[in-house]
């Protein structure tokens, strides 16, 4: 999964970019000249952890989230009160977009991080409504030199439609659109489809005490809150400092982790399980797809020999202890090419290949 920071310039991206790498050994930090900052982390999934204490194998692998942290705005020559509209070649193969709202007093005066979403919510609709506007244009003007009938028509009424839903101060993400019409406007790259959520960068002494405007920014995406300074200097220390300073604050986990946590319910990402001797290992999936698609995301053999899916519930191991006793217990299914997976089930897939 790959997650792209966009914010007002200034208001925390790349401090919160650095608490979400913080804490974590795995992440993997690439830091360009004037490029954007780039860095994978793991997600410390707990279920991992436990099955892994359970099976002892040799390998131990955890999901891992792409984190972007755009170049700054004005780098790019952007306006400073604009948020940075990063290139589509960027956000092309960003699963979901966490908008940083900074909640600090700087200097800006006092924050006003719900006016602040309000404003870039805006912004993405307006910019997204002006290449929508661009390409209608273009496809009149097709009209008028007489190129009809060459498969525009149901772009003309797709984007027609996006429009005027925009109008209304609609996103595209919150329109139905089917497989078909989301292929014809794909190669936009419309900011407002990209799922979002949004992270509250607070300051020490305000952090922990926003619930209502956390309700309220909740309203419109799934929201976090961060200490977004504070946790970035966790990762200078020793983690069993950087814990005790954690729970001084009362944050009781990674900043890593909680973001997963918002960003698979945002991408509607689900986890399945493999375990066994030589790895355990987490999978996202997005929700709703099948055993089989499991199988490709696996490998695409095992997907193409598919037989059949073994599979248990992470809850039933824990609750039996062993998978001797769930197979006595008769919670041991197997499953087909169709069944839909289930958020922590544990699979062995079995193929012809
Ligand atoms: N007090 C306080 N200051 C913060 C916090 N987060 C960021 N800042 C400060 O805000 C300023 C901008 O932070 P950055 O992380 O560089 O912001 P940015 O969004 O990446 O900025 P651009 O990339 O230039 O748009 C820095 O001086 C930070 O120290 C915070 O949680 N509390
Ligand atoms: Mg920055």
New binding site residues.
Partial sequence: MKIGLI?L????????FQALTALDSGAALRRGKKSDNIAVVEVRDERVSRLSTMYNPARTTYATIEIV?FA???RNGANKSEI?RPPSAITGNIDALAV?L?N?S?AQGEPDPVGDLKKIEAEMLLGDMVIAENRLERIRDGYKRGRNGNGTEREDALLRRIVSEMNDGRPIRALELDCEEKKIIRVFQFLTMKPLMAVL????TRFGKNSVMLKEIAGACEAIEF????EMELSHMQEEEARDFMNDMGIGKSACDRLAEIAYRTVNYISFYTVGSDEVRAWPLRRGMTAVEAAGTIHSDLARGFIRAECFSYDDLVECGSEKKIRERGRFRLEGKNYIVRDRDILSIRSGL
């Avoid at 310039?9 to 919160?16: D, I, M, P, R, Y």
């Avoid at 960068?201 to 020490?204: G, K, T």
């Fill in positions: 914010g310039a200034a208001s925390g991206k790349t401090t919160v942290d700054g705005a004005e940075y940083v900074g600090f700087g960068n607070s300051e020490e200490a977004g300074r504070f």
